[in-house]
């Protein structure tokens, strides 16, 4: 059952009282946001606001471990959810007796502003400033995490917040929420059902690799969410819906071009190689995503039209602030609510009022919260407003709850008087001439580029080949390459170009590429924006697979506390020295594949951060487990055999009508001999002799030996003989 508070409950956690808040558009109603497997709610303090988490998906003692192993990540900007605290009955006994469904609910910062899951399903814009700034920001927080090894689990939009939006002076423009899925080096994954969703790649994955797919997609949403066909094409919480992945269809081609168009080519050759990973592990690394993103030059916030500035019409917007301004100011912060998120509706996209307006709007609302939860401050609140003017204010607080904070531009405002406006009409802009969006090229090209294959090229190839799309492309005399650090690369035109298309070769590498670096493609000494091509000194990525305990018959495996590892060597050798520990699951670069049955490999990806980036030679098997060695054929090994009498026939010099029988190696005494079938016997004496007689003249007979208890002895049952001869038998 889930927590249902109401109103100013009182919950005292490790001695500090918190209570509960009012939702700020909904009077009367709990601040309480509802999820699919948790409920938050909004708690204030002294100190300020809370969020508590109260979660039905997992109720174990490990969430209390992994919260601590959280705590140190939440100094980085970003991660603030990671400073947290589960309650539990151990740690708080009044609390869970007085509150049994709020055993395990985890206390932690309350993080204001929007989900990017609101703006998708609300369709608000972003200005291309905006869009950019968030892109950069999620790319550099999520590229941290992974170097940390670390992977958030469950990307989504959901659990991506914009505080940015409301305060540009924020810890950090995103964060991350819902850090129960977070693990990696030193944050063990907590047993939680597999997340699903069109963030989640078509093929399941565990390991750093989980991040890559989902996290390319929320970078090209939000850096393509200022285009507005993006955000018409969009399904109804995220851009592509789980049908899209993988395909060419309607969103993959707007998504496309408007990234195209906007930001040139680099992101959008990103979009296709992203569509063409079938793994998640051959996704980009994320930190490839800093090196791609387009620069803030690009940037350009479209201008406000003529029509929205001439003097001759009155603005709007300044009267309903003046308006909200003054309501507030005489202690009306509801109704100065209402007003102010009519403004933040009629705002045009780009308007550099908007963030003001969203953090007045966020300020008045923890405000209104703060007041309609104390007493000593509600009885300051007027009551000498007619009735019906309450009523008509929960109306419209209730309808700006349904719809949120969504705004729309001033393009999809309809039924405006298009002549004589007055100050209570707003007259629907008109396109304007310098808002057209800047060409992929610079201007000074007379050519366009549309695609460049390969993107990437391992160094170790031949010959080093390119091929630009495009048109005007004949015009062009000199190419180059060009990164910062690097020597620029000049390319040779290779014969049988042509306007459409033209091929480039790199003829003299003469630079060290250590890792994969992104090029920016110059033609006729100028830049083209976007294009970018990376050079990278591995020939694949591989995934250690033949590290398994079941192999230590090679001696190339160890099996510890972590499980199975070897070690790579020095050298292409099975007497070269040992260095450094993999795992399987690691992923490695491959620099080279010779000698014949041995990589030369760099760490990737491991559980031990100071390992990334170590180079050593590993043997093919233990990487692919391919062609493993046979484990060796058992020698055989005869049973040990117990000791018995061993007879050979000494001599015929006895009585033809007696045997005697001789043994050697053992005490006999008590033994005896019988013939079989007949009824002749004798016994031992002290050195080992019996004799027995009463056959017919060199009768064939067999005989058995027995010992004191009369039981058959080892090796002396149904003895061959006949009459005269001598036995005689040894005992081992």
């Known amino acids: 059952m889930f927590f249902q508070p109401v109103i100013d409950d009182q919950l005292i956690i490790d001695g500090i009282t918190y209570q509960v808040c009012a939702h700020p558009a909904i009077p009367g109603r709990p601040f309480v946001q509802a999820g699919s497997h948790s409920h938050v709610v909004q708690l204030r303090t002294a100190g300020g606001f809370v969020a508590l988490k109260v979660q039905s998906q997992l109720r174990d003692p490990a969430l209390v471990n992994h919260a601590q192993q959280l705590q140190s990540l939440s100094t980085i900007p970003g991660l603030q959810a990671a400073r947290r605290l589960v309650i539990t009955a151990a740690n708080q006994p009044s609390l869970v007796a007085a509150w049994p469904e ?43 995490i992974e170097q940390r090894g670390l992977a958030h689990g469950d990307l989504q939009p959901a659990n991506i917040m914009l505080p940015g939006l409301i305060d540009p002076a924020a810890t950090a423009p995103i964060a991350l929420v819902d850090l129960e899925t977070m693990h990696g080096v030193g944050i063990r994954h907590l047993p939680l059902s597999t997340p699903e969703g069109p963030y989640q790649h078509p093929v399941a994955t565990t390991g750093l ?89 690009l940037a350009i916030d479209e201008p406000l039209s003529p029509e929205s500035t001439m003097p001759s019409f009155p603005d709007p917007v300044i009267a309903l602030i003046d308006n909200a301004d003054t309501l507030r100011s005489q202690g009306q912060p509801a109704q100065a609510l209402s007003i102010y998120r009519d403004a933040l509706d009629r705002l045009p996209t780009g308007d550099p009022r908007t963030s ?83 060409s992929p090229t610079s201007p000074r090209l007379s050519l366009t580029v549309d ?96 590290v398994r305990p ?3 018959y090679t001696e190339r495996i160890t099996v510890d506390a972590n499980g199975a590892f070897t070690l790579m060597h020095e050298e292409p050798s099975p007497e070269s020295a040992l260095t450094y520990p993999v795992r399987n699951g690691d992923e490695v670069e491959v620099l080279s594949t010779q000698p014949e049955g041995w990589y030369q490999l760099r760490i990737r990806t491991s559980g031990d951060q100071n390992l990334i980036g170590q180079i050593g030679y590993l043997e093919r098997w233990l990487v692919d487990n391919t062609d493993v060695p046979t484990p060796p054929t058992p020698t055989p090994t005869v049973p040990s055999e117990l000791p018995r009498l061993r007879f050979v026939k000494l001599s015929e010099n006895e009585d033809t009508r007696c045997i005697l029988v001789q043994i050697t190696g053992i005490s006999t005494f008590g033994w005896g001999i019988s013939i079989d079938g007949l009824q002749l016997r004798s016994a031992f004496d002290s050195n080992g002799n019996a004799r027995v007689c009463g056959l017919r003249v060199r009768q064939e007979v067999t005989f058995t030996v027995r010992d004191e208890q009369g039981v058959a002895v080892r090796g002396g049952v149904g003895v061959p003989t006949r009459g005269g001869d001598v036995m005689f038998a040894e005992w081992r």
């Open 102 to 144: 709020l055993d395990y609910a985890i206390l932690m910062p309350w993080l204001h502003g929007p989900t990017w899951q609101e703006l998708i399903r609300h369709r608000r814009p972003l200005s291309p400033t905006q869009s950019l700034s968030l892109a950069r920001a999620l790319a550099n927080l999520l590229t941290e």
């Open 209 to 297: 690799a989980v991040d890559r797919f989902g996290g390319a997609l929320l970078i090209l949403e939000l850096l393509g969410w200022c285009d507005e066909q993006v955000r018409a094409a969009s399904a109804d919480e995220s851009f592509f819906a789980p049908e899209d992945l993988l395909r060419p269809t309607e969103r993959f081609h707007i998504l496309r071009d408007a990234l195209a168009q906007r930001w040139g080519l680099g992101p959008a050759q990103m979009l296709e190689r992203l569509w063409q990973c079938q793994t998640p592990m051959a996704c980009p690394l994320l930190k490839e995503w800093q090196a791609i993103l387009p620069s803030s030059s």
């Open 356 to 438: 003001e307006v969203m953090r007045t709007i966020d300020s008045l609302e923890r405000e209104i919260a703060q007041t309609s939860a104390l007493p000593e401050q509600q009885a300051t609140l007027s009551w000498s407003l007619p009735l019906a003017i309450g009523i008509m204010t929960i109306v419209i607080l209730m309808i700006l709850a349904a719809i949120g904070l969504n705004r729309t531009t001033l393009s999809t405002i309809t039924n405006l008087p298009t002549a004589e406006p007055t100050a209570n009409s707003l007259p629907t802009p008109e396109p304007s001439l310098t808002s057209v969006l800047p």
């Open 451 to 546: 695609r460049i294959t390969p993107a990437e090229l391992y160094i170790g190839t031949s010959p080093l080949e390119l091929t630009v799309q495009g048109d005007g492309l004949s015009t062009v005399k000199t190419a180059i390459l060009r990164a910062a650090g690097y020597e620029p690369i000049a390319l040779t035109i290779v014969a049988g170009s042509s306007n459409r298309e033209l091929r480039l070769q790199i003829n003299n590498l003469n630079i060290d590429i250590v890792g994969a670096i992104p090029f920016t493609l110059e033609l006729n000494g100028t830049p083209v924006p976007g294009a970018a091509i990376t050079l990278r000194d591995y020939s694949s990525v591989r995934v250690i697979a033949g």
């Open 550 to 552: 079941e192999y230590v």
